[in-house]
């Protein structure tokens, strides 16, 4: 109720007069007013309430049509609309808690967020691009909400990535209940996480995905479905069974279903009552499938009446809440015609300072342009993260029992670190813990017994969807944990390339800040395992090292796994963290326990091997090919300097120049495709930075420009071999 106080007051309403029962009681009403009647009786709801209902609707609405305006006019550059949305999510806002529940709304649900707590103020800043945006601060388009004070998650333009996001958030949760920790993010023991859709998006397959983690795990998920009949022009009856989501789920076991008429907040205001109730108890997730109408078309670059008749608009014009709602208040003599009108006049000139307020607020400056695509506290390249290795026992630890032990130390280091993935844990029934069996710990082996030494809850198993893995980890990230995932094969983790790409690199950046992704990405890459073929033999750095806001780290050496994935661990950024799947278990690549604070600054190279002719610049597989190679030709009288980058974004150019500097040749080495590898890149730096050091072309050694084939033969020609870096270095020293 202080909140209402306060949002009154900040709005200038009135308190209205306590409804007029008599006159209520003696109006003749139909069956349907009633039943919306009986429901304001039954939650006691004053004219105060309706009138901040009303109030909320309008204000969406003038906001949508000030957009549309700001457009025509220039001043806006896109507008996408919640124009008949609004009465559920009027509902809504009127029950849930901002800055207590947490909100992954979809574009359609502007309502929703007036309701909460955003001003028009901050809304029109958005359509402008300015820094009153609180959402983005100028660098995502508007209808993308987002209030950090609110509660409500910055969203992408992606539909149906939130979804996993959601449950994420809620997961993440019940972890911080379940730890009792006095330094703890903050969580209560009831929250309601909310993330909605069109009809549309629940075509998406992480749709379905969330819901079904979600009623696994019994999370308190409120998944609104809006539906508006239309995906842009693709009608329902297209893309969902029987025409409907909630006929389509009715049978689903662990979801509770709501169906309801959107248009009219007082019976969303019962359904939204009884699902809140239902989630807070614990009871699992709830599915609210709201029909509603789009009065507006899809956007401004779209044109409805080129596909919906005008008798099927003129129905929804009738049904439209805008409409239908003041006709329902003043039938019933809950508030008169003049109150309606004084809402209306109230709400223009309300937007209409906003607007004025809005226009005069400055765009960001040019040099910030940049900013907030990696953490501005946090620096991974930095001295903060070097620290020397303290050596102790035998050099017989393999990179795969070093990446091992070093997440068994961050485990118990930090309880806010949680890892997951396809067949990481020992055990997926925790009962089975305490038996003689070994449990599975990834088809490498490499987390082995990581569950049995971490606390409850840390280390479990996710279902087989990379998506899933992924877009969990984002909302477990948002709200304050450490996730450390896996995905079991490079090969299939094309399917989280979404989440990966869209969400998880343009979190910290599409929110100004306001919200970061800190979670390290695990993934066995490579081939030169015989056998492996199309499916299991995968590189493909440079597709993540072209995506700003990604660290990207590719270790060749069990001492550099340990102090890399430690940093990884330890920074504020997203790292994908490849691990070449050849040299998990090699002899050539072994350490010593360098110690449990030993760490490597990103971007910084290992210097392989010295030599004055030439330089080989390599990472993952190809280093030891490339000292191998280099090792050959020394007979030749030949000395060739090898250098490990070790991390991609960002490489070190600098021991680039310096070692050029001193060979005046380069060769650069790896396992991807040549064509468009990350050579390339490296390759085109060079030539615009030391174009003076270079005494001959810069020359490449990559896998052939096609799929690995099964066959040993065909797959030794495809790979690059030591034998494909001897003859490439032949020619480089011959020029």
């Not at 490499?446 to 969807?465: E, H, K, M, W, Y």
């Amino acid at each position: 109720m202080a909140v209402q106080a306060q949002t009154r007051a900040k709005k200038n309403i009135k308190p209205a007069p306590k409804l007029n029962k008599k006159k209520v009681a003696t109006k003749k009403v139909s069956s349907k007013q009633k039943k919306k009647l009986d429901i304001i009786k039954k939650y006691k709801l004053s004219s105060d309430d309706l009138k901040k209902m009303l109030h909320n609707i309008f204000t969406s609405r003038k906001l949508d049509d000030t957009e549309i305006q700001m457009k025509k006019q220039s001043k806006a550059f896109f507008q996408i609309s919640g124009a008949g949305h609004e009465g559920i999510l009027t509902a809504v806002s009127s029950i849930l808690k901002p800055r207590y529940d947490y909100f992954i709304p979809y574009y359609r649900d502007r309502a929703l967020c007036t309701g909460l707590g955003v001003t028009p103020y901050e809304m029109l800043c958005q359509a402008n691009g300015n820094i009153g945006d609180s959402a983005s601060h100028g660098r995502q388009m508007p209808a993308h909400w987002g209030n950090v004070k609110l509660n409500i998650i910055n969203k992408s333009s992606c539909t149906g990535t939130q979804f996993l996001q959601a449950v994420g958030i809620s997961e993440a949760g019940k972890f911080l209940a379940s730890l009792s920790l006095k330094d703890s993010p903050v969580y209560h023991g009831d929250e309601i996480v909310y993330t909605s859709c069109g009809d549309g998006t629940t075509s998406q397959g992480e749709f379905w995905e969330g819901l079904t983690t979600a009623c696994v795990n019994k999370l308190p998920v409120l998944f609104m479905v809006e539906d508006n009949g239309y995906a842009i022009s693709v009608p329902v009856e297209v893309q969902t069974p029987a025409g409907s989501i909630s006929k389509a789920l009715e049978n689903f076991p662990g979801l509770k279903i709501f169906e309801v008429d959107g248009n009219c907040p007082i019976e969303s205001y019962e359904v939204i009552k009884e699902a809140e109730k239902y989630l807070r108890a614990g009871h699992g997730p709830v599915l609210v499938h709201a029909h509603v109408t789009r009065p507006y078309s899809h956007s401004l670059s779209d044109d409805h009446s080129m596909y919906r008749t005008q008798e099927e608009l003129q129905k929804e014009k009738q049904e439209d809440v805008i409409n239908s709602f003041p006709q329902f208040l003043m039938e019933t003599d809950l508030l008169s015609e003049e109150e309606i009108e004084g809402l209306k006049n109230q709400v223009t000139k309300e937007v209409k300072e906003a607007l004025k307020q809005a226009l005069e607020t400055s765009w960001p400056e040019k040099s910030t342009y940049a900013d907030h695509l990696y953490s501005e506290e946090v620096d991974p390249t930095s001295s903060e993260f070097e620290a020397e290795a303290n050596f102790s026992g035998k050099n017989d630890i393999p990179m795969a029992s070093a990446i091992n032990m070093t997440l068994k130390a961050e485990l118990k280091r930090n309880p806010l670190m949680r890892m997951f993935g396809e067949d990481v844990a020992d055990f997926t029934q925790e009962e089975k813990l305490k038996s003689d069996l070994k449990g599975k710990g990834g088809v490498f082996k490499v987390t082995s017994g990581c569950q049995r030494s971490s606390i409850d809850g840390q280390v479990f198993n996710s279902p087989l969807a990379e998506a899933n893995i992924i877009g969990r980890a984002i909302g477990q990230a948002m709200r304050g944990l450490k996730p450390v995932v896996e995905i079991q094969f490079f090969d299939y983790i094309w399917t989280a390339y979404m989440q990966l790409k869209n969400e998880m690199a343009t979190t910290r950046y599409r929110s100004g800040g306001d919200f970061k992704c800190p979670m390290v990405v695990r993934v066995p890459i490579g081939g030169y395992l015989r056998g492996g073929s199309i499916y299991h033999s995968q590189s493909g750095e440079s597709l993540f090292t072209h995506i700003p806001g990604i660290r990207v780290v590719f270790p060749s050496n069990a001492l550099d796994a340990i102090g890399l994935l430690r940093t990884a661990i330890r920074c504020d950024d997203p790292v994908m963290f490849l691990e070449h799947k050849h040299l998990y278990y090699q002899g050539y690549n072994r350490t010593a326990d360098p110690g449990e604070d030993y760490m490597i600054p990103f971007g910084k190279a290992r210097l392989a091997r010295e030599g004055s002719d030439a330089t080989i610049v390599c990472w993952g597989a190809l280093v030891q090919k490339s000292i191998d190679a280099a090792k050959e030709l020394e007979s030749q009288g030949y000395s060739i300097e090898v250098l490990d980058l070790r991390t991609l974004a960002p490489f070190d150019m600098e021991s680039i120049k310096k070692s050029l500097s001193k060979t005046n040749r380069i060769l650069i080495a790896h396992e991807e495709h040549k064509t468009s590898g990350f050579a390339g890149e490296i390759a085109a730096r060079i030539n615009e930075e030391c174009f003076d050091l270079l005494d001959a072309p810069i020359l490449r050694v990559a896998s052939k420009d096609t799929h690995v084939a099964y066959c040993p033969d065909l797959e030794e020609v495809i790979l690059p071999q030591v034998s494909d870096v001897k003859q490439k270095l032949t020619e480089l020293l011959s020029f």
